[in-house]
């Protein structure tokens, strides 16, 4: 019968090798980059060698496990030093794992967000506990907005014009349960859509620092008016956070839609479980909470009023703008309607490079995510504007350098959307016609475009089946415009030369079918 000892160092072991594998590194190439041999790399997984301390850290930085192979270490320790158990000598219970040298930790976040009278009103709650050797004094905070997202130098002139000012904001900070102690303000930035504030442990009254071994909760609160705020609430995890809970509390009759992505350091995904709603008199009001978010990761909430405001109103600028209605900095553009719903615009880099292939049926988990994001997407999309040709989506222009796109034929539903994973044209008519193109990459336009009536298209199935469709028309035009994209084109490329674009005010078949 094997120890709790053993066991907890065989546990280790595979939670290396798995991390290992997940980060497609050999075993040379992890010590390498831990700056060990590789035969002791070799040995612990083999459990011939049992794990350091320094071993296991250097691993979990490595790797960057979200904290599972020093949980693994700790519970071997553990295991190691513990005297036999029994009725009287219970095993002990291993804590969370934080992070090796951690300081702060937050147990608990509760951020609320509420929109009434034309203003955004904000309470961020957070239960600290300080796991490490040196008073905690200070925490801090920032207040970030942008009417504008994808369009900086719109926000930045904004701004520069209606810069956001500690006035208007009132920020105030508490330290304990209601009423609360208050907390002392420290600017560290100070910008025209920026404000970062240490929030210190003190007052004029005195100094109440959180020492080691002792939890505290701290609140703040500010509000911004609804022509300065975007239409979105993020939270990021700088500090390691144990719970994560969001928010928001809107006006029923505003009509209220939201939904939500995450950013990590590596890539940008759906929320992994959805925004709830629910309804209480006249507010609409939706709620999100995760468990141990991992570090560096942003969780951002979205959302659009499908009705204006009331008259007189100052309503949500951002959210208004998406809609097509004027905001104080006046309406937005078909193309900046676009980029508010999240749409790369043309000029970027990611626009012209080749997606990459997805490796079927192992990457299935990931490209039906990103085949949801794209759903998502058009929906979104979908409610901005009437496409009476039609619409596509590829990954590219949601920034995911992916080889996967979305067709809508025209007057059709969600459910017969062409999904084309991998698709490669692999036959083409010689006949050819010329009709004008759009793009959500750049809407403000069109272009006459001359493409082949008929096109042959292999794509793969979720499962790696290699499939081989036919499109015809218009179909033929939305897939080959869609394939482009994939393929770092846009349909300029296409263009003849010396044809001009045609603004969008002046292109008289908005909303209508191609002729054939």
């Known amino acids: ?229 975007g239409q979105y609430f993020q939270r990021a995890v700088r500090i390691p956070t144990r719970r994560l809970s969001v928010r928001l509390d809107f006006p029923r009759a505003r009509e209220p839609v939201v939904w939500g992505v995450q950013t990590s350091l590596t890539a940008e995904s759906d929320l992994r479980t959805p925004v709830d709603r629910a309804e209480s008199g006249e507010r609409a009001i939706f709620s999100w909470a995760t468990e141990h978010p991992p570090m560096h990761t942003r969780y951002r909430l979205e959302w659009r009023f499908r009705a204006p405001g009331v008259p007189g109103q100052r309503g949500p600028a951002g959210a208004e703008s998406m809609s097509g209605e004027p905001s104080a900095a006046g309406p937005l553009s078909a193309g900046e309607r676009m980029a508010a719903a999240g749409i790369v615009q043309r000029g970027d880099d990611r626009l012209r490079q080749p997606a990459r292939p997805f490796r079927l049926p192992a990457d299935e988990a990931r490209a039906r995510e990103i085949v949801a994001r794209l759903r998502a997407a058009l929906d979104r999309v979908g409610e901005l504007h009437s496409f009476g040709k039609g619409m596509g989506l590829a990954a590219p222009q949601l920034g995911l350098g992916w080889a996967a796109a979305i067709v809508r034929p025209p007057d059709e539903d969600e459910s017969e959307a062409v999904v084309l994973l991998n698709p490669r044209v692999v036959g083409a008519a010689s006949e050819t016609d010329e009709q004008y193109e759009g793009c959500l990459s750049f809407f403000d336009v069109r272009g006459l475009v001359s493409r082949p009536l008929r096109l042959l298209v292999e794509h793969e199935s979720y499962g790696g089946a290699r499939i081989i469709t036919a499109f015809e028309r218009g179909m033929a035009r939305l897939v080959g415009h869609e394939i482009d994209h994939l393929e770092g084109r846009l349909y300029t490329d296409r263009m003849a030369p010396g044809t001009a674009l045609v603004p969008l005010e002046e292109y008289g078949d908005v909303g209508r079918p191609w002729r054939y």
């Open 1 to 229: 019968m094997t120890s709790p000892q053993d066991r907890a160092a065989d546990a280790f072991a595979r939670e290396l090798a798995r991390w290992r594998v997940e980060r497609g590194m050999s075993k040379k190439q992890l010590a390498g980059e831990m700056g060990f041999d590789p035969s002791y790399v070799s040995h612990v997984e083999g459990r011939r060698h049992r794990p350091t301390e320094d071993f296991a850290r250097r691993a979990e930085a490595v790797l960057q496990a979200e904290g599972e192979i020093w949980l693994r270490y700790t519970e071997y320790e553990e295991a190691r030093r513990a005297p036999r158990t029994g009725p009287a000598n219970p095993a002990p219970v291993v804590e969370q794992w934080l992070p090796p040298g951690t300081g702060l930790v937050v147990e608990n976040e509760m951020a609320e967000l509420s929109f009434a009278d034309g203003w955004y009103h904000c309470q961020v709650r957070r239960d600290l506990y300080n796991a490490g050797p040196e008073p905690v004094t200070r925490y801090p905070m920032r207040i970030s907005v942008d009417l504008f997202p994808g369009n900086a130098e719109r926000s930045n002139q904004y701004y520069r014009e209606h810069p956001l000012t500690w006035e208007e904001i009132k920020l105030v900070g508490l330290y304990g349960d209601e009423p609360g102690e208050p907390m002392g303000l420290r600017p560290i930035w100070d910008r025209d859509s920026f404000k970062e504030v240490w929030l210190l442990f003190e007052n004029d009254q005195g100094r109440f620092p959180l020492y080691r071994g002792q939890r505290a909760t701290i609140t703040y609160r500010y509000q911004v008016g609804a022509d300065k705020w």
